[in-house]
């Protein structure tokens, strides 16, 4: 179904803070992640919906959290009978309109299942088996980008069973190690040279590992694209640049500016189209400084970590999902240019002033405080986690 004939006979595009026509019930499937109490803050902008929460983990952030109904806790479980079973007696109790996936692995559930699950209740569109194993896998990636023309990085698998000498001779130096699957920068190593990748291959029991990669290093900057599409159509996007690093190199940075970039739209919609993409995905990119290319690095088949400064530029992404979810026709997003910092860049940069070591000064309006401040129990235990609970 195209979004432009979706009806609109359930609620009309909610802007951020206002109150829809009637409740909506939400039913999030999977509340145990930080990223999950995000996307509660951004429901919790609008009035009148009903965000219930089922949750493998019971001292979870979302628990405490102020924009939460219902927390219903499952037992941890590998089964996904287990999981539908307590989505089933969830059902019972808060009567959903929406399930909504949040993270990797509701993603994959809800795309095994969905026509089970949309016996419950409606979803919103969310990416296809094939699309996320293609996506979050780095090496099917960087072959897809390849099948299809689209730049990114020189890539090449190493495996056990790879002649590793004559891998290592396909790629250019510096280069990058990654774990084929990985998120938020884990795993990655800057090699300069040959030399340097040999020592950290050794150190990695490569083996014992499920397989890496090395990737050509692309000198020049990141610039990321969050985006919200329907069958390879982008319905709602957002451009972000770091300015702001983390300690640890590759991590997301802490500080974001949301700016205007269209050859950055061209190229997201280009690969969107490729795959006929449904869903919300943060893609990542490089633009090169030797020839100024855009190169595809990464991409996020789910929601992610900046998704609060979305939300502060004018992009309220889950509720459209919603939208998306009951029929709604989506009219595409204008967003604001302007900087966003999360609240542990702003303890740092807080910190770093105190001790006389300069420091970012921000303005209270660019920041996530007041999503922290409006429901502090939540952020309590997301910190108290985050030290005590690796």
């Not at 993603?107 to 996320?132: D, G, N, Q």
């Not at 040959?194 to 020049?220: C, N, S």
């Not at 300690?247 to 969107?272: C, I, W, Y």
Request: glycine share 8%; net charge positive; with cysteine.
């Amino acid at each position: 179904m195209s979004p432009q004939t979706f009806s609109q006979d359930r609620f009309q595009s909610a802007a951020i803070g206002r109150t829809i026509s009637r409740p909506l019930s939400v039913l999030m499937l999977d509340g145990e992640t930080n990223i999950s109490l995000f996307v509660a803050r951004c429901l919790g902008q609008v009035r009148n919906i009903r965000l219930h929460v089922v949750s493998q983990l019971g001292f979870a952030p979302l628990r405490f959290s102020r924009h939460r109904s219902r927390f219903l806790k499952r037992q941890p479980s590998q089964r996904d009978e287990d999981w539908l079973d307590a989505i089933h007696r969830a059902a019972k109790l808060v009567r959903p309109d929406v399930l909504l996936p949040v993270e990797d692995q509701a993603m994959y559930f809800t795309a095994r299942h969905r026509s089970r699950l949309e016996e419950i209740a409606k979803i919103p569109s969310t990416p296809s088996l094939e699309a996320l194993e293609r996506l979050n896998n780095k090496d099917q990636l960087a072959k897809l980008l390849d099948e299809n023309c689209i730049a990114g990085p020189k890539t090449v698998r190493l495996s056990p069973v790879d002649d590793i000498d004559a891998c290592l001779q396909r790629i250019t130096f510096p280069a990058l190690i990654k774990p084929v699957r990985g998120r938020s920068g884990g795993g990655i190593r800057y090699c300069a040279d040959r030399e340097t990748m040999e020592t950290h291959l050794e150190k990695l029991d490569l083996p014992g590992q499920a397989g890496v990669i090395a990737q050509e290093f692309i000198p020049g900057s990141d610039i990321d694209c969050s985006v919200l599409c329907h069958d390879g159509e982008v319905l709602a996007h957002t451009i972000q640049q770091g300015f702001l690093p983390r300690s640890r190199r590759f991590a997301p940075q802490v500080g974001v500016e949301f700016l205007k970039d269209e050859p950055v739209l061209n190229a997201v919609k280009s690969l969107v189209k490729t795959m006929r993409f449904s869903g919300v995905a943060h893609v990542d990119l490089r633009r090169d400084q030797r020839d100024g290319v855009l190169r595809v690095v990464d991409v996020n088949a789910r929601y992610w970590g900046s998704l609060l400064g979305s939300l502060l530029v004018g992009v309220n992404f889950p509720l459209l999902a919603c939208e998306l979810a009951l029929g709604n026709a989506i009219k595409p997003p204008v967003y604001e240019q302007g900087r966003f910092i999360d609240f542990s860049g702003v303890v740092k940069q807080i910190s770093r002033r105190a001790l006389g070591r300069g420091g970012y000064r921000f303005r209270y309006g660019e920041t996530g405080l007041k999503y922290v401040l409006r429901d502090p129990a939540a952020e309590a235990v997301k910190l108290w986690r985050q030290f005590f609970c690796p």
